[in-house]
C-alpha cells in the first residue's frame, strides 16, 4: 500500500468536508435527535465511504478514458459551472423574496 498516497487522500478529504454541507447536515440531524446519534453517526459514515467509492470507481473509469490532465480539466469546469449556478440561483432566489 501506498502510505503516502494514503495521508493525502484522507488529509484533502477530510479538510474538504470540514464545513462542508455533508457536516452541517450531521450536525443538524444530531442537533435534532440526541437519542440516536450513534445511528445518525453510522448513517454519515457509511454515506461518505459510499460517496468516495463511487468517486474512485468514476476516477478509475475516467482513467482508462482519459488522460489525468484533462480529468482534471473537466473538473474544474464543472466545479466553475457548479459555483456560477450556485451564485446565480441566489440572485435569482432573492428577487423572488423581494
Partial sequence: MDWQLLGISFVTVFLAELGDKSQLAAIALSSDCRKSTKAIFLGSVTALILASLIGVVLGEGTAQLLPTKWTKI???????ILAVRLL?????????IQ
Fill in 74 to 80: 473537466i473538473a474544474a469546469i464543472g466545479f466553475a
Fill in 88 to 96: 446565480w440561483f441566489r440572485n435569482d432566489e432573492e428577487e423572488t
